[in-house]
């Protein structure tokens, strides 16, 4: 079944940056609009940006002029720069297809915080 590995969250202080991946494995990747999600303490889980097979991208307006989604289909991998954190920010970050989402992977945690 479709796998998916995220990696480089951890601890930033407000205004800072980070960069989150996410290899996909056992899915055409290249032939899927993507997503990252994020979950943050007692909320749903919210789409926060995506990108069309063909680069289009789009942002949740929290995020949008500070995110920036990207992918590499030669890898399978799928990222989100993150700048200007805030507080607010701090969730599990999850990447997924946009259509059905399913087998969802472990995520990597993202904390804002000084």
């Known amino acids: 079944q479709v796998q998916f590995v995220e990696s480089g969250g951890g601890l930033v202080q407000p205004g800072g940056s980070l960069r989150v991946s996410c290899v996909a494995s056992?899915?055409?990747?290249?032939?899927?609009?993507m997503a990252w999600y994020r979950q943050a303490p007692g909320k749903q889980r919210e789409l926060v940006a995506r990108i069309t097979d063909a680069g289009s991208t789009a942002y949740a307006e929290s995020v949008k002029d500070r995110f920036v989604i990207s992918r590499d289909n030669i890898k399978s991998t799928l990222h989100l720069q993150m700048n200007d954190l805030t507080p607010d920010d701090t969730a599990v970050y999850y990447c997924?297809?946009?259509?059905?989402?399913?087998?969802w992977g472990q995520g990597t945690q993202v904390t804002v915080s000084s």
């Open positions: 056992r899915i055409v990747f290249s032939s899927y609009w």
């Open positions: 997924n297809t946009v259509a059905n989402p399913e087998h």
